[in-house]
């Protein structure tokens, strides 16, 4: 099942089901993974420190047995201790996490289920009825899911109604620690229910925002991509050659900038002969060629029928004019047929190409005086190629064919 169909369906539920289908729990547990983690590491940082506070109070209450129950309560809080480390270690993920939360939580209860002397049987109730107060904190400020705060709930009560028998509480006193813990564990539960219902149903409106957003961000990139590549060819169009040109001569890269116009020789009389289809594939072909001689970040694009046109700067170890040698015979090799009139045995390209100088101000100037190499390697027989100014960038290209 789809992420989007499970949110759609998860947001379509009743009010009181709170767990979603695997798909979008999987991703909601580990989206909240870190952050109740960290929830938890300082809320039990919290209750270990104002657990240990309580001590002043069993010096109050129970004067006869404090050493006693303050060695347990410090055995409590070094196993508090202990599982604050092992949420520190553990995965944030681990689906442990939230039971090992709890822990510390319920060691709390078990000081008072031991049968110890104390002072009066007022004493002893006033003690045990400090007990839901832990009930309390680990509900509403540890708040772990519904599942665990019922199953604390459950021990809560239990230990609490042991306790007030093993202390033998009158039964009134009795009745009202029972009172408060269970009224403690029930409102506390109903808390519990819709604070997790509110993090499950915020966190559905965030990723059902965050899923529209990728989308409309997918889109925008596919039609950012087509509204700049030739559907022919695959390659970038006239759009954003321009736009690379502008780019490149706003902001000189610290090579020479060198742009190509590149022409396929005889191409009307290509089609006339063998059709636009065969045609279609020729100009395929040709750009396949071209790119494969090209390393990332030159800009190869169709600049309109047969002609195309590359933006690069050459690499130390390559001047222009071995690139465009490269070039010239990455179409040669295709050795795709063309026997129309004028033209030779196979298709090839003529190829025009200019250095950036300062007086190309902008992308037009830049293109015309590529273009006018371009014009020359036509005129003087193409299947070759002519450039100007790059002997001023790269001291070993010749002069112009």
């Known amino acids: 099942m789809s992420l989007s169909l499970a949110l759609a369906r998860a947001l379509a539920r009743p009010f009181w089901a709170l767990r979603f289908e695997p798909v979008l729990e999987r991703h909601y547990q580990r ?103 832990m009930t309390l904190f680990t509900n509403s400020c540890i708040a772990p899911p519904l599942r665990q705060a019922a199953v604390h709930s459950l021990v809560a009560l239990l230990a609490i109604g042991l306790a007030t028998q093993m202390h033998a509480l009158p039964a009134l006193e009795a009745s009202l620690v029972m009172t408060l813990a269970f009224a403690t564990a029930s409102f506390t539960l109903l808390n519990n229910f819709w604070m997790e219902r509110a993090r ?113 700067t050459p690499s130390r170890e390559e001047d222009a004019g071995k690139l465009a040698q490269r070039l010239l015979d990455a179409v040669r090799r295709l050795e795709i047929p063309h026997l129309g009139p004028h033209a030779g045995p196979r298709v090839t390209v003529s190829i025009g190409g200019a250095c950036a100088r300062p007086d190309h101000d902008c992308a037009e100037t830049f293109i015309e005086a590529a273009d006018r190499q371009l014009y020359w390697a036509k005129q003087a027989g193409r299947d070759r190629a002519i450039l100007e100014d790059c002997d001023r960038c790269h001291p070993a290209i010749e002069e112009p064919l």
């Open 31 to 133: 989206d909240i993974a870190r952050s109740r983690r960290r929830h938890l590491r300082i809320s039990l940082t919290v209750a270990i420190l104002a657990y240990a506070s309580f001590s002043i109070w069993d010096w109050i209450l129970m004067t006869n047995a404090f050493w006693l129950i303050s060695l347990l309560s410090a055995l409590v809080v070094v196993g508090g201790g202990l599982v604050l480390l092992a949420l520190r270690l553990m995965p944030a993920e681990h689906p442990a996490r939230e039971w090992v939360g709890i822990l510390p939580c319920l060691l709390a209860y078990a000081p008072p289920l031991l049968d110890v002397e104390a002072t009066d049987a007022t004493h002893r109730a006033l003690w045990l009825a400090t007990m839901p107060l």
């Open 200 to 312: 499950r149903q915020g966190y559905l409106l965030i990723l059902r925002d965050r899923l529209r957003n990728e989308e409309l961000t997918a889109s925008n990139r596919f039609l950012a991509q087509q509204s700049a590549t030739d559907p022919l060819t695959g390659v970038a169009n006239r759009r954003a050659l321009m736009q690379a040109l502008a780019n490149a001569l706003a902001h000189p890269p610290p090579r020479p900038l060198l742009l190509l116009m590149i022409d396929v020789d005889h191409f009307k009389a290509f089609n006339d002969r063998y059709g636009h289809p065969a045609g279609d594939r020729c100009l395929q072909q040709v750009a396949t060629a071209l790119a494969d001689e090209l390393r990332a970040g030159d800009c190869l694009a169709r600049y309109g029928g047969e002609e195309f046109a590359i933006l690069c």
